[in-house]
């Protein structure tokens, strides 16, 4: 499942170089990395947009950015291929909107590391993510409207520390065929870390949920690509009895730190279990409705799959998706990389497994191309909506190439397949996952 870095890709980052891009036409690689215009005098940058996503990057703002020549590469960027300040490993997939995902291994951490925690963004991060003067609005079909700064949060209500799994809806998506659009997600669209905050429930419990509330609204402070200041990039939601749910976070902190500002600084929902458009980044309003929420990315086709199986490269109607909910179950191996050589017959093998909302009951690997499996420890999840860890000893019988596959079945029967049905989106791609091992 491993692929070369292209020419333009370092072989330890994945990230394109940053020069590469800008030697044909500096403006328009400004454009297409940063969202970058600048005034006619071909210095500064035009609204901020493209501002907020260069100091996303370097990790912090840039006091003279009003003199910074179009074209000029920052030179923490270029010394570091493009490093995103503040991630470590990540292959981006997509430079507008930063996109980028955690190769599996390393993703081995219990706990998944701010650094290794993969980036989905919909839009131009804010240029503002000043925790101090943050506030969230709880509007819409509640008794008492309330607006609500971080500290309000903090002193007014519970502050818990949960694990959480947070999983793009569209990792997977590289292996359907034929190929379906959208960000080219592998297997590293997926993380497990410290989420602190209040719980959605709580929040909502003080404003007074109305008897006609059917479903909850989210909006962020990320701007439209497009620049439009009428337009949100996305604004998704859930039915009002998940958003009761008590392991759904408003956060602040992310492993005991500030989150991350490509993770959604300095305040984000975490909706685990669910796909990760749910989990609303840079958190600025929730309203609740007497209806589906219609905003951006919750109609059409967006975060929806056919209600009945298709057949590969079928046309499917508007009418007949349905919104995807719970993710389904599935595994990962972090440990061994996949297309290791080693002369020992011994390996220890190591990853993951979560199934939305549902328990993971066995995690089972083989060696012999499915024929028979072997169940392993798996351990049990620190909290609920956490992801289980798994380990083993594998041994072989002599040397050779062998493939190791995982298989989790959860607390419901589910188990991941050989193959998913295909889907025109790519979503919910749950195949069993495989590493390639030589032994020699």
Same mark, same amino acid.
């Not at 493009?82 to 470590?88: P, S």
């Not at 569209?170 to 497990?192: D, E, H, I, T």
């Not at 199934?355 to 169940?375: C, H, K, N, P, Y």
């Given at each position: 499942m491993t692929e070369k870095p292209s020419k333009n890709q370092t072989k330890s980052s994945g990230i394109p170089k940053l020069f590469d891009l800008y030697k044909s036409d500096p403006a328009a690689a400004d454009y297409k990395i940063f969202g970058r215009v600048p005034d006619q005098n071909r210095r500064g940058f035009l609204k901020g947009a493209g501002l907020a996503t260069m100091g996303a990057m370097l990790? !912090?703002?840039?006091?003279?950015? #009003?003199?910074?020549?179009?074209? $000029?590469?920052?030179?923490?960027?270029?010394?570091?291929?493009?490093?995103? %300040?503040? #991630?470590?490993? $990540?292959?981006?997939?997509?430079?507008?909107? =930063?996109?980028? %995902?955690?190769?599996?291994?390393?993703?081995?951490?219990?706990?998944?590391?701010?650094?290794?925690?993969?980036?989905?963004?919909?839009g131009i991060p804010p240029e503002e993510m000043d925790a101090d003067t943050w506030t969230l609005t709880i509007d819409g079909l509640v008794d008492k409207p309330m607006k609500l700064s971080i500290a309000d949060l903090k002193s007014k209500f519970e502050v818990v520390t949960?694990?959480? /799994?947070? +999983?793009?809806?569209?990792?997977?998506?590289?292996?359907?065929?034929?190929?379906?659009?959208?960000?080219?997600?592998?297997?590293? !669209?997926?993380?497990?870390?410290?989420?602190?905050?209040?719980?959605? #429930?709580?929040?909502? %419990?003080?404003?007074?949920?109305?008897?006609? =509330?059917?479903?909850? !609204?989210?909006?962020?402070?990320?701007?439209? $690509?497009?620049?439009?200041?009428? #337009?949100?990039?996305i604004s998704r939601g859930v039915p009002i009895a998940k958003a009761m749910d008590p392991n759904i976070l408003i956060a602040f902190e992310q492993n005991g730190e500030p989150i991350h500002p490509m993770n959604g600084a300095p305040l984000r929902l975490v909706v685990p279990g669910w796909p990760g458009s749910c989990s609303q980044k840079w958190l600025t309003r929730i309203w609740l409705r007497d209806q589906v929420h219609d905003g951006p990315k919750m109609t059409g086709k967006a975060y929806r799959v056919p209600n009945h199986p298709v057949e590969a490269g079928e046309k499917v109607e508007k009418k007949d998706f349905v919104i995807i909910e719970r993710m389904p179950v599935k595994s990962l191996i972090t440990f061994p990389e996949t297309g290791i050589e080693t002369a020992d017959k011994e390996l220890t093998v190591r990853?993951?497994?979560?199934?939305?909302?549902?328990?993971?009951?066995?995690?089972?690997?083989?060696?012999?191309?499915?024929?028979?499996? +072997?169940? /392993?420890?798996?351990d049990k999840a620190v909290n609920t909506g956490a992801w289980q860890n798994w380990s083993t000893?594998?041994?072989?019988?002599?040397?050779?190439?062998? +493939?190791?596959?995982?298989k989790a079945t959860d607390s419901e029967g589910d188990s991941q397949p050989h193959a998913i049905n295909w889907n025109p989106k790519g979503y919910l791609n749950n195949t069993m996952h495989r590493i390639a091992v030589r032994v020699s």
């Open positions: 990790g !912090a703002a840039i006091p003279f950015s #009003k003199n910074m020549p179009s074209g $000029l590469v920052p030179v923490a960027l270029a010394d570091t291929s493009g490093l995103i %300040e503040g #991630k470590d490993g $990540l292959t981006v997939l997509n430079d507008r909107p =930063v996109n980028a %995902e955690t190769p599996p291994h390393l993703l081995d951490d219990a706990i998944t590391p701010v650094n290794r925690h993969f980036i989905r963004n919909n949960l694990s959480l /799994v947070i +999983e793009c809806g569209g990792n997977g998506r590289s292996y359907f065929n034929p190929p379906a659009k959208g960000n080219q997600w592998s297997l590293g !669209a997926v993380a497990c870390s410290e989420w602190t905050g209040v719980r959605l #429930k709580d929040v909502l %419990e003080a404003a007074g949920v109305k008897s006609n =509330v059917v479903y909850t !609204a989210h909006e962020g402070a990320d701007s439209h $690509l497009s620049g439009d200041p009428d #337009k949100l990039p990853g993951h497994a979560w199934s939305g909302d549902r328990d993971i009951t066995t995690l089972q690997v083989s060696i012999d191309f499915g024929a028979t499996w +072997e169940e /392993v420890k798996l000893q594998i041994s072989f019988p002599q040397s050779g190439y062998y +493939e190791i596959w995982a």
